[in-house]
C-alpha cells in the first residue's frame, strides 16, 4: 500500500476552529467542548467502540456530543478512501457488535487513522486555546 495525503492535520484543524466556534455566547460550554480533544485521544485507547459510545454518553444536543459525532464522521469520511467501512447504528449494543466484527485489519487501520486525527486535534487546540479565553 503505498502512502496517500487524507488531510488529516486539515480536517482536524476545522473540527477544532468549529469546536470553539460553535458556540459563540456560551463560552463556557464552548471551551468545554474545545478541551474535549484531550479526552478523545485518551478514549482512543480503549478500542473503536468506546470512541463511538462517547457522543452517546453525552446530551445529544450538546455541544459535547456533536463534537464527538463530528470527529467520528470525519473519521467515517477518511476511512472510506481506504476502503475501511465503519458500520453506521444508532443503538450502542449494536454499534459494538459490529465494530467488532470488522477485520482485525480493519480496526487497526481505523485505530491508527483515529490516533492520528485527534493528534492533530490536539495540536490544533493547542494553536487556538488563546481564541478560546476571549
Known amino acids: 500500500m503505498?502512502?496517500?495525503p487524507y488531510a488529516l492535520d486539515e480536517k482536524a484543524r476545522q473540527l477544532v476552529k468549529n469546536a470553539l466556534e460553535g458556540?459563540?455566547?456560551?463560552k463556557e460550554a464552548s471551551k468545554q467542548a474545545f478541551k474535549e480533544s484531550y479526552k478523545m485521544r485518551e478514549t482512543v485507547v480503549y478500542g473503536l467502540e468506546r470512541f463511538w459510545g462517547e457522543a452517546k454518553r453525552h446530551d445529544e444536543s450538546s455541544a459535547l456530543a456533536k463534537y464527538w459525532k463530528a470527529t467520528w464522521d470525519v473519521l467515517?469520511?477518511?476511512l472510506e478512501?481506504?476502503?475501511v467501512k465503519l458500520p453506521k447504528h444508532s443503538k450502542v449494543a449494536a454499534m459494538a457488535d459490529e465494530l467488532w466484527k470488522l477485520p482485525r485489519e480493519d480496526q487497526q487501520i481505523a485505530?491508527?487513522?483515529l490516533t492520528q486525527l485527534c493528534d492533530c486535534m490536539v495540536w490544533w487546540t493547542q494553536r487556538y486555546k488563546?481564541?478560546?479565553k476571549k
Open 2 to 4: 503505498s502512502w496517500k
Open 23 to 26: 458556540d459563540k455566547g456560551i
Open 76 to 78: 467515517a469520511e477518511i
Open 81 to 83: 478512501k481506504t476502503e
Open 111 to 113: 485505530l491508527a487513522v
Open 130 to 132: 488563546n481564541d478560546a
